[in-house]
């Protein structure tokens, strides 16, 4: 599985963002999706995942401000980011999981290589 992701780039203190993660296999419908962040000096940590059957799963930091969805015609899974805040900055990466469930960790099967977002205040 080839993940391939897109939609980084700078935005002011409030604004939005949409990334998107296309997968080139034939079995997206049944992977669970993540995306992390991981910012300078810091850890990759999880940001939002959404599982095979849709189920969505979100940090506390980004809850309300951030969606996770996904289109299985495209075999893509989308990351929808409102009111960004200047701590959002780093870079996303998105993550398939095989057996549809995902995870808030990072033992996913597939990682994508990555999008910058920067936020500035």
């Known amino acids: 599985v080839q993940l391939q992701a897109s939609g980084g780039g700078l935005v002011q203190a409030g604004g939005s963002l949409r990334l998107a993660c296309a997968a080139s296999?034939?079995?997206?419908?049944?992977?669970?999706m993540g995306w992390f962040r991981q910012a300078p000096g810091k850890e990759r940590e999880f940001v939002a995942s959404?599982?095979?059957?849709?189920?969505?799963y979100f940090a506390d930091s980004v809850k309300g401000r951030f969606t996770i969805s996904r289109d299985n015609v495209k075999n893509t899974v989308y990351l929808q980011m409102n009111s960004l805040k200047p701590e959002d900055s780093a870079v996303y990466y998105c993550?398939?999981?095989?057996?549809?469930?995902?995870?808030?960790?990072?033992?996913?099967?597939?990682w994508g290589q990555g999008t910058l977002v920067t936020v500035s205040s």
């Open positions: 993550a398939a999981d095989l057996t549809g469930w995902g995870s808030f960790t990072d033992k996913y099967d597939y």
């Open positions: 959404i599982r095979s059957g849709g189920s969505t």
């Open positions: 296999t034939r079995t997206f419908n049944s992977l669970a």
